[in-house]
């Protein structure tokens, strides 16, 4: 399941990358809700969450490394660089991922590797 997830994300990524909202639509469950770092960042439904992703995909030219980390029923996305979010993160943004059935059901961003690999249900990385 772990490598399962990983390719969803890599497949995920690549229809944001190509800008793709309707296969990044199809990804998302309906009742999808992501939940930033802060308690006022968030999106509920998909066109929301697709609007934001890709908003700040476009803002975020300065990308240093990204890394997918794969677990049972999620998928965690770090993003590192100048430019990745509004706020600075020594560390970058982590955004753990729920997968059910091959649709995301929720997305959580943690600015620390540790509480992002607790909500994924890893030991810390």
């Not at 993160?89 to 943690?110: M, S």
Request: hydrophobic fraction near 40%; aromatic fraction near 8%; charged fraction near 35%.
């Amino acid at each position: 399941m772990k490598r399962d997830n990983i390719e969803f994300m890599i497949g995920w990524l690549d229809a944001l990358r190509r800008d793709d909202r309707e296969a990044l639509l199809a990804t998302l469950d309906a009742n999808v809700v992501w939940q930033g770092l802060k308690e006022e960042w968030v999106c509920h439904r998909p066109q929301e969450v697709v609007d934001t992703f890709t908003g700040q995909r476009d803002e975020a030219r300065e990308v240093d490394a990204l890394e997918l980390i794969g677990a049972e029923r999620h998928a965690i996305l770090h993003a590192r660089g100048v430019g990745v979010l509004e706020i600075e993160l020594d560390d970058g943004i982590y955004n753990v991922f729920a997968i059910e059935d091959g649709r995301i059901t929720r997305i959580d961003d943690y600015a620390g590797r540790r509480e992002a690999f607790e909500a994924a249900g890893l030991e810390s990385g």
